[in-house]
């Protein structure tokens, strides 16, 4: 199959466990009389940071098919130019492979797992033909099965290792592939098959439970975008879907794709069989908020995508400023629709809204960065946070998340409740992101600022301008109150009646160490610094978190702290007084039950048309 015309590209990849290493032979079909460029993407997307992956390259060489060597000459730090070459050319090259996250590459003697952005040359010329891959089994291992949405020749067994095909780089790219001995969960949603696939020992799973709660979460999701246009219902995105969980002692994140997802979690993290629905723990529900947040992506970003992903440039850094409604309403959606399933109660449900407000109002960042800055600046900031991060940075999901809900408000207050941000993002759906990946790239077409703004003024029937100028470019606070009033909502804030220190802490054999000081608090008035490690106040050893020992000493100005800075014993004084820095509690109350509001339930309407 290697020079079959029919498949240009064609890359076979033998991992080799003990070592950490794919072993990648990348075969080009064709006469290239000006030579070809090849590289290695320098970030994937739903991450938005320079990953430089051509930097895990082991070794490569290249040669013709009669043996000859070709010379490839390298034009950056991740791209290389071939000489010419007639029939075919063949490039071998090692990947180191030990990150565990959702983003990269990782191997060893248990799981095997790789995005194809950090293991992959893409040969520019031929990046939207047919890309061919066959995987090979690892020498070292028994009984392993593979888990991907690339597309199985006939000959390759279900599950199981052989060749498999994408329609081009892009969607080689958006395939993740694991490996190893893995356990499956299936079920079906609206008709669609959805596969788990867990890697990683998890001899107490409850099955029947995750099973049942994914299974309510995908249902969810597919009905939020399954408009009718014409009586006709639209049909969904993905033709089947997986989940690719890797469950390890630590670690949590996840990574979107357009029919399936990375994610990482810890095996605590997943229901035991002790758990059930009346007993959900926090951790577990933070993973299948987890798993909302990555399938709502399916439709918000894969498909519904901003200008400047289309098409990605995966070389350099693009413009990201509109990450708050991408990553932001993502964020809103993820726990709203586990209120939605019953997963969360209303309690719940609004203690997570709660922890978002007291997440952005308690750090000076948001007075200092506009959420439109936070996304753009995200490939320098977000992914790169420094112990001044809080001070200087608004997240643009956890900020992002509030705008989202202030729209829906809005909306659903000015259309007297008939509609809602369910509505926009149905619009959003049926206009750009249906059979997105069905058009030719001339055709498929992202959305800017102005088609947000544009439907959503036409599902509220009023213009949302002075509303999205303050939320996106301005850092004042946000209408909360103000838009939750209508609804029979109100947030409540009670003042903070303790002194803080204003700083976050770590415990550690010589004390507490202080890894980030906030803005205007005691501790940056004392004059501590992230490194300092904490020890004493008054001469008395600081044996409970610090904020709570300053309970223990009455409210004056003359506190003495003892700390180690750099091996040197330093003494400060500390301000044992409430500062103008700290923040209290939101509470978001219900004040009106009978108020005609159906916030936080979705809408009746299922039509995209302009009402």
């Not at 996840?254 to 059930?276: F, I, K, Q, V, W």
């Not at 947000?452 to 301005?474: C, G, K, M, S």
Request: with cysteine; hydrophobic share 35%; aromatic share 12%.
């Amino acid at each position: 199959m290697s020079n079959n015309p029919q498949f240009p590209i064609h890359y076979s990849l033998t991992p080799d466990t003990h070592r950490h290493i794919f072993s990648v032979r990348l075969n080009i079909s064709g006469d290239f009389e000006n030579g070809v460029q090849v590289f290695m993407p320098n970030w994937i997307a739903g991450s938005y940071m320079l990953r430089e992956f051509a930097r895990h390259i082991v070794w490569l060489r290249a040669f013709n098919d009669f043996g000859e060597t070709i010379t490839l000459s390298p034009t950056s730090q991740h791209s290389w130019h071939s000489a010419p070459f007639i029939g075919g050319l063949t490039i071998e090259y090692e990947v180191f492979a030990h990150d565990n996250s959702v983003r990269a590459a990782f191997l060893d003697s248990t799981t095997g797992f790789f995005n194809a952005t950090s293991v992959c040359l893409c040969v520019q010329e031929l990046a939207d033909q047919t890309h061919a891959l066959t995987l090979n089994p690892p020498v070292t291992a028994q009984n392993w099965q593979v888990a991907t949405q690339l597309t199985p020749a006939t000959d390759t067994p279900e599950r199981g290792f052989g060749n498999y095909f994408a329609k081009d780089y892009d969607e080689l790219a958006d395939c993740p592939v694991r490996m190893g001995a893995l356990t499956w969960l299936t079920f079906e949603s609206e008709q669609i098959a959805h596969t788990v696939a867990i890697s990683g020992d998890v001899p107490h799973l409850n099955a029947t439970l995750l099973i049942e709660d994914i299974r309510a979460i995908c249902t969810a999701h597919l009905k939020l975008f399954k408009p009718v246009v014409n009586d006709t219902p639209t049909q969904p995105p993905f033709a089947s879907y997986l989940f690719l969980i890797d469950a390890r002692a630590t670690g949590y994140g996840g990574l979107e794709h357009r029919s399936s997802t990375a994610l990482l979690t810890t095996r605590a993290s997943l229901p035991n069989l002790e758990d059930n629905v009346r007993t959900r723990r926090k951790a577990y529900t933070d993973l299948l908020g987890l798993i909302s947040h990555e399938y709502f992506h399916t439709w918000n970003v894969k498909r519904i995508k901003p200008a400047a992903f289309v098409p990605y440039d995966l070389s350099k850094p693009t413009d990201t400023s509109l990450l708050w409604f991408f990553e932001g309403v993502t964020s809103y959606y993820d726990d709203l629709i586990l209120y939605r399933t019953g997963i969360l109660d209303e309690a719940q449900y609004f203690k997570i809204l709660e922890q978002h407000i007291h997440q952005v109002m308690q750090r000076s960042g948001a007075q200092q960065q506009t959420v439109t800055q936070a996304g753009y600046y995200a490939w320098s900031k977000y992914y790169q946070p420094t112990e001044n991060t809080p001070n200087a940075h608004v997240s643009y999901y956890t900020k992002g998340a509030l705008i989202a809900l202030c729209l829906d408000l809005f909306i659903r207050h000015n259309s007297q409740h008939t509609r809602s941000l369910d509505d926009v993002m149905r619009h959003l759906w049926q206009n750009f992101g249906q059979n997105f990946y069905d058009l030719s790239a001339a055709e498929r077409q992202g959305i800017q600022l102005a088609d947000i703004q544009q439907t959503v003024e036409q599902y509220a029937r009023v213009n949302p301008d002075h509303l999205l100028q303050v939320a996106l470019f301005t850092t004042e606070t946000l209408p909360l109150n103000l838009l939750c009033l209508p609804h029979g909502l109100r947030l409540k804030y009670t003042r903070p009646t303790q002194p803080e220190f204003g700083a976050s802490f770590k415990k550690t054999e010589q004390g507490w160490l202080i890894e980030r000081i906030f803005t205007n608090g005691m501790a940056q008035r004392a004059g501590l610094a992230p490194q300092d490690i904490l020890i004493a106040i008054n001469n008395h050893a600081i044996t409970e978190r610090p904020d709570d020992s300053l309970r223990d000493w009455k409210r004056t100005r003359s506190l003495t702290a003892h700390y180690w800075r750099d091996g040197v014993l330093q003494t400060t004084t500390l301000n044992n007084i409430i500062t103008p820095a700290q923040i209290g509690t939101y509470r978001l109350e219900r004040t009106d039950r009978a108020t005609p509001s159906t916030w936080p339930l979705t809408t009746t309407s299922v039509e995209v048309n302009a009402p």
